[in-house]
RNA sequence: GUGGGUGUAGCUCAGUUGGCAGAGCACCGGGUUGUGGCCCCGGUUGUCGAGGGUUCAAUCCCCUUCACUCACCCCA
């Protein structure tokens, strides 16, 4: 039997109804908070990914579907749509028209890494960008649209972590000072970090692994090494948040794992995913947009964990509706041709109707209803139909009235809607 | 990429110190000749994840492989 792929992953009947009421819940959210939707498409030149998130990153090195198409051309099935999103905005100008554009697209990403709770090679991200704006009130308000998403969704096992990565006037006097500190610990360090002490150091501060955590214990952190402007911007998202009423806890060793992030920086993060704790993550990108070829123009967004999300939501209510308002027992070949009629007419109509074109008896047809959740069942036999009625029994109350076949589509209309 | 756990019916899982493969649920049929759920009775379903080895005999032991899963790692 063929298989799916490894790390990709069907969305059942029984689960799409949840995806689709977090994708209504956030695209409406999102509109009324002033952003408009983008599509992008999946396949992207890879050196827009190279070049955006980082050569040295782990999704560029070793984990993005790359390959040579017919022509011999490199491309890449997008890892992350922050890239894609400032292409696009580049390209078609949309900052001549108003720099400031607040963007949103929900689709999947794709990442060649081992499948895991919540970490799928094929996944969903919710993106809402900023770009163009460098006021701090926006990162307020941005984080303040993500929370209220999580609470549209009841989800409340959650908290909200903020840090600030500087920018480029006060990054590399940082990145010094640590790498100072952590050439006096290097021999504590695990294998991975004594590489990225050199490379990246300041994901030294993200590693989980104990010896690390007490060898940094004492490192020195971003937030205590701003610059001016980077202490006022971050200052102002705090207080704002403050004001929005909205819980957050600085989280001084909080790092992305794209170089693109400056400034503002957060994640969303839950208990309940086991070890896949960030189910949203995001920050500024202030210097994106130009190197990529763009204006000058500061820029902030986030993505959400689509995949992780509907876990949590999933978790948090169970509560199932469904069920069909009518199921046509048809009996015989006469009445199943009026039950098609029928069928094909009240669905038209908005109510949802299922009719029956098998030879089963009426038993089985009763039972079919049940297992539907259908409210109500018309059965129409060759018997009935010869005298020109059909019998509507609802299925709660038990209750059978006979109804004409001569205008049946008004009736079961007003009949089935007045319920 | 590394490590642990698990693969038996559609689902959840028993099981065999190596000897015809099991239960519950689901499904189908009957009790009720044309009326669902509850109840009773009966029935169907398997390459025992795949490939190889040991053996008279392997679902069970050994090797390999694949998948799922959890963790590392990374991130959403």
């Given amino acids: 039997m063929i298989q799916l792929i490894r790390g990709f992953k069907d969305i059942l009947p029984g689960e799409t109804g949840l995806w689709q009421k977090i994708e209504k819940t956030a695209a409406s959210l999102f509109e009324d908070f002033g ?11 890879t050196e827009l990914f190279s070049r955006s998130i980082g050569k040295d990153t782990d999704i560029v090195e070793k984990e993005m579907y790359t390959f040579a198409d017919i022509k011999g051309d490199f491309v890449t099935m997008r890892p992350e749509a922050t890239a894609s999103i400032v292409r696009a905005y580049i390209q078609h100008r949309l900052y001549a028209v108003d720099p ?56 409340s096992d959650i908290s909200v972590h903020l840090n600030s990565l500087g920018c480029p006037k006060c990054r590399p006097g940082f990145t010094r000072a640590l790498q100072r500190f952590l050439s006096k610990v290097t021999t504590q360090l695990c ?20 010896a690390c955590r007490e060898a940094v214990a004492d490192a020195p952190a971003m937030i205590d090494h701003l610059c001016g402007e980077c202490e006022a911007h971050f200052a102002t998202v705090k207080n704002s948040l403050n004001n ?10 909080l790092v992305r794992g794209l170089d693109y992030y400056t400034r503002t920086t957060f994640e969303i993060q839950t208990g309940s995913l086991g070890a896949q704790s960030a189910v949203a993550g995001g920050g500024r ?84 209803a049940d297992r539907l959740g259908a409210r109500h069942v018309l059965i129409a036999g060759d018997k009935e139909l010869d005298e ?7 299925m709660s109350t038990k209750e059978q009235v006979s109804v004409k076949v001569e205008g049946i589509i008004d009736t079961l209309k007003s009949k089935l809607t007045a319920s």
């Fill in 388 to 394: 020109g009625v059909a019998v509507l029994r609802n």
């Fill in 35 to 45: 952003f408009c939707e983008i599509r992008l498409p999946i396949l992207e030149h």
């Fill in 191 to 210: 294998a991975d970090c004594q590489k990225r002490k050199d490379k990246n150091p300041l994901r030294v501060l993200d590693c989980k692994v104990l």
């Fill in 285 to 368: 990108y202030d210097g994106l947009i130009e190197s990529l070829g763009g204006p000058a123009q500061p820029a902030i967004g986030f993505a959400i964990g689509l995949d992780r999300l509907a876990e949590i939501v999933d978790a948090n209510n169970k509560e199932t509706a469904g069920g069909i308002d009518l199921f046509i027992a048809a009996l015989g070949e006469k009445a199943k041709t009026a039950a098609l009629k029928w069928a094909c007419d009240l669905s038209r109509c908005g109510i949802k109707t299922e009719a029956n074109f098998s030879d089963k008896g009426l038993k089985g047809l009763m039972k079919r």
């Fill in 244 to 253: 929005l009423s909205v819980q957050f806890e600085i989280d001084r060793r």
């Fill in 100 to 155: 400031v554009q607040k963007l949103y697209t929900i689709g999947p990403m794709f990442r060649r890494e081992r499948p895991q709770k919540g970490r799928y090679r094929q996944f969903y991200q919710i993106n809402a960008e900023v770009l163009g704006v460098e006021s701090p009130l926006v990162d307020a308000e941005l984080i303040f649209m993500l929370a209220e998403l999580f609470k549209r969704l009841s989800v």
